[in-house]
């Protein structure tokens, strides 16, 4: 609230991460422009010119979720160096993730992947580029730790790759189904054992 | 084409897999009544009578895809005496699937549980149900494959189930995605080898 007593006018950037999370929880195609209007208090009109459209806005939500959010999870992967240490603290941090509310939602992202991407070439695009992303720092961490002798150096640093991105969207897919929290850590605790394994630190 | 040269009329069960087949590619909230009229060529009245709306339809059709195209992937594990061959065999049997047109669909249940769920408890206890008893499947035959001295006894049955629910879940997301298909493949590939380290076979 301002002294004047009115409450205060969210300003675009907030406009904006409060459209995020209306996206994040509501995905694309079930939330219209009047939603937005509701949750953020931003001006219908004022929104049309800024963003075209809530395709335009979704497109922007998608940008700012990928810094904000993905950004901050991939961050033990994007630091100096990283290998197996950085590739168990990726997926340890989603422990706590899980059993957050938020964890109820997933991953935006990769809700939109299965939402979105066979509508939509211009979403599909940031998706696959966000994918991309994602798989390169999986693939340099599994490739560093071969050379490091962390993990064996007969594992193919692209199959693993592929095979952890999978993973990641198992994990988001799994902590967004209305399944019991303890099953989604049960899945989580699988993946990290698959990780101890290729470390050879369980015959499991 | 009927002998007098009109188009012979889907009947309602027709109709109901065209239906199904629309909410697989479009998904929920993307599928209009008008979307369905158009692709089964149903009278938009009847499709009101019979099912009460777009809901209505939608949760038969999610029933249709459960006994039809997810009952035929699960058959391996429905069989007598399921253990970890049938485990093996019903990951691989995506191989297929994967470069398949449909592959690119994904899984409708799975594509579901994240667009729907959250807001329909009818439709969550549907996706439920189905986890659940995919769950069961998994569970019941990992425990078969301690039992015969398959994998090792001291994995967990329970955590071995979750594991595995979310590999499914992660495959679908996957296929579902924009990406090229070899790295789907590599995916399930990390799934199989996973399986293959339970039982001892690979030391990666």
Redo the contacts between chains.
């Keep these: 609230m301002t002294r004047t007593g009115r409450p205060r006018k969210a300003n675009p950037g907030e406009q904006l991460a409060k459209a995020m999370n209306l996206f994040w929880?509501?995905?694309y195609?079930?939330t219209s422009i009047d939603d937005v209007v509701a949750e953020t208090g931003a001006n219908r009109f004022g929104l049309y010119a800024r963003y075209g459209g809530k395709r335009g806005l979704f497109d922007k939500a998608l940008q700012l979720y990928r810094v904000e959010v993905m950004g901050r999870f991939l961050a033990p992967l994007a630091g100096t160096d990283p290998s197996l240490p950085e590739l168990q603290s990726f997926f340890a941090q989603f422990a706590d993730f899980i059993d957050d509310p938020r964890g109820?939602?997933?991953c935006l992202m990769?809700?939109t992947?299965?939402?979105v991407?066979?509508?939509d070439p211009l979403i599909?695009?940031r998706?696959?580029a966000h994918?991309?992303d994602m798989?390169r720092l999986l693939r340099d961490a599994a490739a560093r730790a071969m050379a490091k002798g962390e993990i064996?150096a007969?594992?193919d640093s692209?199959?693993?790759?592929?095979?952890l991105?999978?993973?990641?969207?198992?994990?988001?897919?799994?902590a967004?189904?209305?399944?019991p929290r303890?099953?989604?850590?049960?899945?989580l605790?699988?993946?990290l054992?698959?990780l101890d394994?290729?470390a050879?630190r369980s015959?499991?």
């Design positions: 929880r509501k995905g195609f079930d109820h939602l997933g990769c809700t992947a299965s939402e991407s066979a509508h599909a695009g998706i696959r994918l991309a798989r064996a007969d594992v692209d199959e693993t790759a592929d095979y991105v999978g993973a990641v969207l198992g994990l988001m897919s799994y967004r189904s209305p399944v303890d099953q989604v850590q049960g899945y605790r699988g993946v054992r698959t394994r290729l050879g015959d499991r």
